[in-house]
């Protein structure tokens, strides 16, 4: 199956910093969503993005389907930005399921 | 609520014990999927439902697990005879197309077993 590698897999910044995700997937998508998952585990949509680029407020997202990866900016990092990022990829075909990465856990500090 | 809904959000089960997980899906949403998430790790597929047909069960990890959507809205995943690797968060998503699109996801039931 499908491959998703997220990175770095942990990152530490001060608050104001900007920071960018990176999701490298093994195979071609039809599907790829950016999720936040905050400390009460909810996952909350980001980006529905397989590909191009979006923005919302201060972040967006970029997916370059052809060379198979997908980049989340984050600017100006607030303490609420703290959490866990993930990616996750659906490949065409069978159920649409989305595979997810193991995630980027965010800490931002005051 | 316009989101997805999950009860319970927190089970206790003793180890042998049968558990259910109930998911409502935003309404009108034709695919669901429940996923099961350990500590530390990224969300892991078990089934996928498209209205009342499950498509794809490849991901419940035994005979123990069981799911079902029978009228094709409310889903409910089954555990029987629960084990302690079966403690986790069960995910359940939705999405209002049969095929590729946005997926929603509710808050999770917790279940730990002792």
């Known amino acids: 199956g499908i491959q998703v590698e997220q990175s770095p897999p942990d990152l530490i910044l001060q608050e104001g910093a900007n920071s960018t995700l990176r999701c490298n997937f093994s195979?071609?998508?039809?599907?790829l969503q950016w999720f936040h998952q905050n400390p009460w585990g909810q996952l909350i949509n980001l980006f529905y993005?397989?590909?191009g680029t979006k923005q919302n407020g201060r972040l967006s997202a970029t997916t370059v389907a052809t060379e198979r990866y997908s980049l989340l900016y984050i600017s100006s990092s607030q303490t609420t930005d703290s959490g866990v990022y993930f990616c996750?990829?659906?490949?065409?075909?069978?159920?649409?399921?989305?595979?997810f990465g193991k995630g980027t856990k965010l800490t931002v500090n005051p | 609520g316009a989101g997805v809904s999950q009860s319970p959000r927190y089970k206790v089960a003793k180890r042998g014990q049968d558990v259910a997980l109930r998911c409502d899906p935003i309404?009108?949403?034709?695919?669901l999927f429940w996923y099961q998430q350990a500590l530390g790790q990224g969300p892991e597929f078990l089934t996928y439902?498209?209205?009342?047909?499950?498509?794809?069960k490849s991901g419940l990890p035994s005979d123990r697990f069981f799911a079902e959507r029978p009228e094709g809205s409310v889903s409910t995943l089954k555990i029987q005879r629960t084990q302690q690797e079966d403690s986790a968060v069960y995910l359940c998503?939705?999405?209002?197309?049969?095929?590729?699109?946005?997926?929603?996801f509710g808050e999770g039931s917790r279940l730990t077993v002792l």
């Open positions: 993005i397989p590909s």
């Open positions: 998503a939705s999405r209002d197309t049969s095929y590729t699109g946005e997926l929603f």
């Open positions: 996750a990829v659906g490949t065409q075909g069978g159920s649409e399921k989305l595979v």
């Open positions: 439902f498209q209205n009342e047909a499950q498509l794809d």
């Open positions: 309404s009108g949403h034709v695919s």
């Open positions: 195979d071609s998508v039809n599907n």
